[in-house]
DNA sequence: TAAATTTACTTGCATAAACAAGTAAATTGG
DNA sequence: CCAATTTACTTGTTTATGCAAGTAAATTTA
């Protein structure tokens, strides 16, 4: 009887895959002095494109739940990344901020994420990593949490065909 | 100035993929009455293949470190799926066996393992899913330490080529 | 308008990873 | 043969996730 293989098994593979990645960025971080967290970077994405988003689309926006949010914010607050403020309109709203420190290590932060993507996809062909972020966003979007995320980027892509 | 669409972004998604199914599975598992998480199912799939594994063993073969190891380990002991027992030759070792429960669980457990991933990658063709694996593998070798057990399996295939 | 529900956020508990430091057993090398 | 090193495993600390339960503010509805 041929033995299950774990190296084919597509779970296996995505949490090695992510992990991999994920840990080249972090130490690409951590060798240049930075004190952000691959997780607060893909926060900080979302208020460098729109600063002043509330907690809630932040979760929307990054497939997280409110809770991880929540405790993250805590976390890039204690490193003065982002501040918060109460919504006017609604007290339940918090707003979140960038400071000044997290504004700056934009540029830095995004140039240090595309060389170790460079480095950790060497090899691989352009039509294959089209594949794969295709594969891979059938399969992110089949959470209920995160399914719109993508639907609105199917959505806009569909204007343009 | 375009914006950077962290939708589009590797890592992101990868994530996103990542917890997707394995969430999926790990659902899957409960509803069934399963108490095994996706990690214990990986550990899981090992001592199916080979029984009575060393624990650094486990950790090359799974691409964990060997700290990760020791608590999923010693997580899988109080869940009474595998025991544990000093190697006759070099006390340093723990070989980790698996229990009659553990043993039991397999062809349910892939079961339902393979049903979910049906569902979770239903609308992807078999083209597509194989060019996304080869990428994955080629992504996850890049981290030294799980280097080897692609090489392994690069090696095993040029032999049958 | 007051009670019931919903919404935005927080907190507690369990699981898991990375990394560093620690322990005990085996191997090595002078 | 014994001191130094290596090996196998453990433990502590930090970060992060999922799920459930809790709080306070806003909205609905009766």
């Known amino acids: 009887m041929s033995q299950y293989r774990l190296e084919d098994a597509l779970g296996f593979l995505l949490g090695m895959a992510g992990r991999s990645l994920s840990n080249s960025v972090q130490r690409t971080f951590s060798e240049h002095g930075y004190n952000v967290t691959t997780e607060h970077w893909i926060i900080l994405v979302q208020l460098w494109n729109q ?3 509330t907690q809630l689309e932040l979760a929307e926006r990054t497939g997280k ?8 914010i805590q976390n890039m607050l204690n490193r003065e990344l982002i501040y918060r403020m109460k919504d006017a309109d609604d007290a339940r709203c ?14 830095k932060l995004m140039e240090l994420v595309k060389q170790t993507l460079a480095e950790v996809t060497e ?3 352009e039509e294959d990593m089209a594949t794969t972020k295709r594969v ?3 399969i992110a979007s089949k959470n209920l949490a995160t399914n719109r995320i993508f639907e609105e980027v199917d959505r806009k892509k569909g204007e343009n065909e």
């Open 136 to 138: 891979l966003k059938k």
């Open 51 to 53: 600063d002043g988003l």
């Open 123 to 125: 090899g691989i062909t």
């Open 65 to 72: 739940d409110q809770a991880s949010v929540s405790r993250l």
């Open 94 to 107: 918090k707003r979140i901020h960038l400071t000044d420190s997290g504004k700056d290590q934009q540029e």
